[in-house]
């Protein structure tokens, strides 16, 4: 474990209580001049940062969204039923190009009609508000369709990666008591050798191929939504209701159930104008699946609550494809990845020069650091700078950002946004000043902050663990100006290619594989993904380590909990390291590999 020391800083009472580490390639306090890029686009949405700053607060942001009599909301009824009446009727909502490039666009019209069917679908098959409704799809059009209906009617939507694989499908219908799945026939197979284990799960509904092999309790999508009306009222929810569930990982246990409510709307819509500073005529790509929580709140209901055209590109990645379906569909901002990023820094400047990227005026990344040197290229290739930006699925909205009006700090995650007040603090909460190493905190409040987690009050309650702040498990130092620099995680949680992966739960569908007996499992530091899933595993008695065995146990986890979350590495040990009490210790497998000294191994089962 490395202690840093950040340079010339006091060390008062207070910084010597929390001790941070850093991975090698972390950003850590820099006392030089920093790089400051100036390029803001012409016109922003947010223009002052400082006057707003001062003066902003989530009150005045009530009156840009749509209520119901008696404080009622739906963010359904916010992203797309006012659209009917503002004049975007016939705006497209949706640019679709699917895995064989073909390019279909829905309305807002279409939206609200077939969203409309659905809910209507969905409510005579008993669903009820409240009930939860897992979205198990590709990036196909009926994705974006069934969320909103699923919100419109008041039952809660839970979005999931299409590369999930069984374990992951279970471990979240399980949870969360699922009712309803919607899915396709590529993805059903994953759910059928599950199913029995699910005995909540009532209904399957399924989007295309043929109606006469659906089983028991199974529904052509096509065939429910063709019955229907396309008239529905959108259920008025209270503020605090539910929206959406969306599991995440943490470092301990399964994925846990993140529960955002309708309220979260104000949220999106704001920070989706200040920091996307989406526009009218805007063509908008978030590239995030909405699987994850990007692909959800910016990939859906914030650009919608705004009356924005949305792309959504189900093909795979490479350079000409991604540059392709921006200069087809003239895309003018673009929020993407650090992962993403590198790799078109690694495909060269030439599949730039490919493709005509003019029509693009903001490009954003999230989810993993942004290295400087990333933002330096977007510069020189893409003549903008990169706005990085800072949140989380529990935070349920950008919090920090490099705003579009202020100058653009490689390597920062930017400042606060109006009306959040981020702070870096000791572990005993008290606030460091600038430049000292320490948690990144917020002070409850924002809209969009999480409400619970799914039936786990006490994982909730360690968010809050000292009152006044919410702890995000993230590590950080702010600078003289008040921009936040990442630093790394407080915790063992992986963060590989912008996806966030526990380590339990790799070990877990490791030491489901026969041949495996212990496992433990780090990130690895990675020059192109950020980090990489490395494990450490002991064999079963008897069996006899080969190449055909590891990439056995390689394929069971990649099949078993999704594409990403498989080993990259896996290392065979005699023995792993453990505490007294039986826990493996993952803090001394990461010293181990990146030779940094142990540390205190007092504890150690075996020293
Ligand atoms: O560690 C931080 C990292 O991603 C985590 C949140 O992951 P997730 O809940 O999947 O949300 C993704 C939506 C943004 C954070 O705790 N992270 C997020 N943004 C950044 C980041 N790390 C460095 N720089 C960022 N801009």
């Not at 607060?57 to 659209?83: C, L, M, P, S, T």
């Not at 309220?263 to 704001?270: P, V």
């Not at 999230?366 to 935070?395: A, C, F, S």
């Not at 009490?581 to 990461?590: A, D, V």
């Amino acid at each position: 474990m490395k202690l840093v020391d950040p340079p010339g800083k006091a060390k008062g009472k207070s910084s010597a209580k929390t001790e941070i580490t850093a991975s090698p390639g972390q950003s850590l306090p820099q006392t030089g001049r920093q790089e400051i890029i100036k390029k803001c686009p012409i016109n922003p949405n947010l223009v002052h940062y400082e006057k707003a700053y001062q003066t902003f607060d989530w009150d005045q942001a009530r009156g840009e969204v749509d209520w119901f009599a008696g404080g009622k909301i739906n963010a359904a009824y916010n992203a797309v039923d006012r659209h009917m009446s503002d004049g975007r009727r016939n705006k497209v909502a949706l640019y679709a190009i699917d895995s064989r490039n073909k390019l279909s666009k829905l309305t807002f019209q279409d939206v609200y009609e077939q969203s409309n069917k659905l809910g209507n679908a969905l409510k005579k098959l008993g669903v009820e508000k409240g009930d939860r409704v897992f979205v198990f799809l590709p990036r196909v059009p009926e994705l974006y369709v069934t969320t909103v209906a699923i919100a419109k009617i008041g039952a809660i939507a839970g979005p999931l990666f299409s590369a999930f694989g069984p374990d992951a499908l279970r471990d979240r219908l399980q949870d969360s008591e699922a009712t309803v799945i919607i899915t396709n026939p590529e993805l059903k197979p994953k759910l059928d050798s599950i199913r029995k284990e699910l005995p909540d799960l009532a209904y399957v509904i399924v989007v295309g191929g043929d109606e006469s092999k659906l089983g028991e309790r199974e529904y052509s999508y096509e065939a429910l939504v063709n019955a229907e009306s396309d008239k529905l009222e959108c259920e008025r929810m209270d503020p605090e209701d539910p929206l959406y569930l969306l599991y995440t990982s943490g470092t301990t246990g399964k994925p846990k159930g993140v529960v955002h409510v309708h309220n979260d709307i104000i949220g999106h819509h704001m920070t989706t104008r200040w920091v996307l500073d989406l526009q009218e005529d805007d063509i908008y790509w978030c590239t995030a699946d909405p699987g994850w929580v990007t692909g959800t709140v910016y990939g859906i209901f914030g650009p919608w609550s705004n009356g924005i055209s949305v792309v959504s590109y189900e093909g795979r990645f490479d350079a000409d494809s991604w540059y392709n379906v921006i200069d087809k569909l003239k895309v003018t901002v673009w929020y993407t990845a650090p992962t993403a990023l590198r790799m078109l820094m690694k495909a060269g400047d030439e599949a730039v020069y490919r493709h005509s990227l003019a029509s693009l005026r903001h490009v954003l990344s999230v989810g993993e650091p942004l290295n400087p040197e990333v933002v330096r290229w977007g510069m020189k290739v893409y003549g903008l700078p990169i706005h990085d930006n800072w949140w989380q699925t529990e935070t349920g909205m950008q919090l920090v950002a490099n705003l579009p009006c202020m100058p653009v700090k490689p390597g920062s995650m930017g400042r606060p946004l109006p009306g959040v007040y981020a702070a870096v603090v000791n572990d005993d909460g008290e606030e460091l000043p600038a430049g000292e190493l320490g948690r990144l905190v917020v002070k409850p409040g924002w809209p969009s902050m999480l409400r619970s987690i799914w039936r786990n009050k006490e994982k909730f309650d360690e968010y809050f663990r000292i009152p006044g702040w919410y702890f995000s498990g993230d590590n950080a130092w702010k600078d003289e100006e008040g921009y936040f620099w990442f630093v790394g995680r407080a915790d063992d949680v992986i963060n590989t290619a912008g996806h966030r992966v526990g380590p339990f739960e790799v070990e877990s569908a490791l030491v489901e594989h026969e041949a495996v007996a212990e496992a433990g499992v780090i990130g690895k530091p990675d020059k192109e993904r950020g980090e990489i899933i490395k494990a450490f595993i002991v064999l079963a008695n008897g069996v006899t380590a080969s190449d055909e065995l590891i990439e056995s146990i390689r394929e069971h986890t990649k099949r078993q909990l999704a594409a990403h979350a498989y080993p990259r590495e896996i290392e065979i040990k005699d023995s792993l390291p453990k505490t007294r009490s039986g826990k493996i210790m993952r803090r001394l497998l990461k010293a181990w590999e990146l030779g940094l000294p142990t540390g205190d191994t007092s504890s150690l089962e075996e020293d």
